[in-house]
């Protein structure tokens, strides 16, 4: 978790070319922009797992059961105590241990990349794990929790009062420590779309308050437009931390590595002669043929990234549903480019209710469709 440099020119053009109507970018070789599928390789998300539910939970989900399992983990009601002995300690809640323990959790710069490899043995005797008094068993699964707290608000999710973790996240949070699935790929592309529309909206986007995940887009930027100097090193997690900073030439044998200028990136997205279209298209040497049945769990996050549907997010009181177009920009995927038809746009006011609904018909699986995936030739020309 930490700050990704990024190429501001290329960043500001794709923003102008933006359209919100269809939530793609406008390029002169056809419509490109990020999809399920490109959170799921770079940013490792998942897409098919449970309901993002945020929000506080009651007594009856913190201490129920049913046949003998917990609604909840414990870590999240321990989580819930320490906020509580931090606010009447410190009145803040920017960390969850005690007053001398406060720190931000905002992401830092990062020059040095090489100790991403090293992992450290964990320890139950964290100082703080102690002051609070959790029982043994539950502190590893607490300690991760609440990483994985800081890691949705200021990472995943940093939407409102960055800098600060809300409790709202605490039952995602737990249920992630827990080993739960959770889909994670659609309410974060959700928030990107929606901060696109916000700044094509405003008369003064540079004034625009709106705030999501752009690191996700800049990994993008660079997966696709070769903006970023990539790392060397090895990592083990999602591809996106390659892309560490922007470059003006070659770098530890990497080419193509383009640090653009405002009028060149303009005409650089314009053109779109240079874009990698085959990114993160799945690596066939022939013809696949899936059927969605009960055995394609493990490529179900594929087949729900090429599916239309509208993405959901449930933030606060906020209900978001933004229109998803993968045939728009199919091209990634390794199919020709085509316009079928457009999804109707939802009349009536989002409400918790009808985000599931949505949420449910977006991740169905077993439909016992059929569909092909080409396989992924290196000519750009034979997908167009």
Same mark, same amino acid.
């Given at each position: ?93 920017? +960390?969850?241990? /005690?007053?001398?323990? *406060?720190?931000? !959790?905002? #992401?830092? %710069?990062?020059?040095?990349? @090489? ?39 200021? +990472?995943?999710? /940093?939407?409102?009062? *960055?800098?600060? !973790?809300? #409790?709202? %996240?605490?039952?995602?949070? @737990? ?210």
């Amino acid at each position: 978790m930490f700050l990704y440099k990024y190429n501001s020119p290329l960043m500001q053009r794709l923003c102008e070319f933006w359209c919100p109507t269809r939530n793609t970018d406008l390029t002169g070789d056809g419509k490109a922009f990020i999809s399920l599928w490109d959170l799921r390789i770079l940013g490792g998300l998942p897409i098919y797992g449970a309901f993002y539910d945020v929000g506080v939970p009651t007594a009856l989900e913190l201490e129920g059961s049913k046949d003998g399992k917990q609604f909840l983990p414990p870590s999240c009601k321990y989580m819930l105590a320490t906020l509580q002995n931090i606010t009447s300690t410190s009145g803040h809640s920017h +960390f969850w241990a /005690p007053k001398r323990y *406060l720190a931000t !959790i905002l #992401p830092k %710069v990062v020059e040095n990349f @090489s100790y991403f490899g090293i992992l450290e043995s964990w320890s139950n005797k964290h100082e703080a794990l102690t002051f609070l008094n959790v029982p043994e068993q539950h502190r590893q699964p607490t300690y991760l929790a609440t990483f994985l707290s800081c890691w949705l608000c200021a +990472f995943a999710f /940093p939407l409102k009062n *960055l800098g600060c !973790i809300r #409790p709202i %996240v605490f039952k995602p949070a @737990s249920q992630l420590a827990s080993g739960q699935r959770i889909s994670l790929a659609i309410p974060v592309l959700d928030s990107i779309y929606r901060g696109l529309n916000e700044l094509s909206r405003s008369s003064t986007p540079s004034r625009s308050c709106s705030n999501f995940s752009a690191h996700y887009v800049h990994a993008w930027t660079g997966q696709y437009f070769r903006s970023h100097c990539i790392s060397v090193h090895d990592f083990v997690s999602a591809q996106m931390i390659a892309f560490h900073g922007a470059s003006n030439g070659t770098s530890n044998g990497v080419s193509n590595v383009k640090k653009l200028t405002s009028v060149e990136a303009k005409a650089f997205v314009r053109s779109g002669q240079d874009i990698n279209w085959i990114g993160n298209c799945m690596r066939n040497t022939r013809d696949r043929l899936f059927i969605d049945d009960s055995t394609l769990r493990q490529d179900a996050d594929f087949l729900l990234s090429i599916r239309s549907c509208f993405l959901t997010l449930r933030y606060d009181n906020d209900h978001v549903v933004e229109l998803y177009s993968p045939h728009r920009f199919s091209r990634q995927f390794g199919f020709c480019q085509n316009i079928p038809g457009a999804l109707k746009p939802h009349l009536e006011e989002p409400s918790l209710q009808y985000l599931w609904s949505l949420f449910q018909t977006s991740t169905r699986v077993g439909t016992k469709s059929s569909f092909l995936i080409p396989a992924c030739g290196m000519n750009n020309e034979i997908r167009s």
